[in-house]
Nanobody, 124 residues
Framework: QVHLVESGGGLVQTGASLRLSCSAT????????MGWFRQAPGKERDFVAA????????DYAESVKGRFTISKDNTENTILLAMNNLKPEDTAVYYC?????????????????WGQGTQVTVSS
């Protein structure tokens, strides 16, 4: 089994920054892409950002472009999400995920493993 552990969430004010981390551990696995999604209460799980492992190609949701930055650490199977200029609408549980095979990185159905999520709350 592959385990994903997120950390770094918290309660911040509008305009603040947070950095989320996600580490994948467990049995060896093929890593096509790792991504971040978020889910606010009563809403669907939305794409935030993803990185294709081999090419380092990156994709962002329009709502976070210019504010969030995704990066990876090859040796640790870890991804980071630096979130700047946070807004109340960024409030959600943030999940990281791994896609083992080719997938549309913005579609949660393409991911095989998910973390437990970390809460990000941005107060106005």
């Amino acid at each position: 089994q592959v385990h994903l552990v997120e950390s770094g969430g918290g309660l911040v004010q509008t305009g603040a920054s947070l950095r989320l981390s996600c580490s994948a551990t467990g049995r060896p696995f093929r890593n096509y892409a790792m991504g971040w999604f978020r889910q606010a209460p009563g809403k669907e799980r939305d794409f935030v950002a993803a990185i294709i492992w081999s090419s380092a190609q990156i994709d962002y949701a329009e709502s976070v472009k210019g504010r969030f930055t995704i990066s990876k650490d090859n040796t640790e199977n870890t991804i980071l999400l630096a979130m700047n200029n946070l807004k109340p609408e960024d409030t959600a549980v943030y999940y990281c995920a791994v896609a083992q095979g080719f997938a549309t990185v913005s579609d949660p159905r393409g991911y095989d493993y998910w973390g437990q999520g970390t809460q990000v709350t941005v107060s106005s």
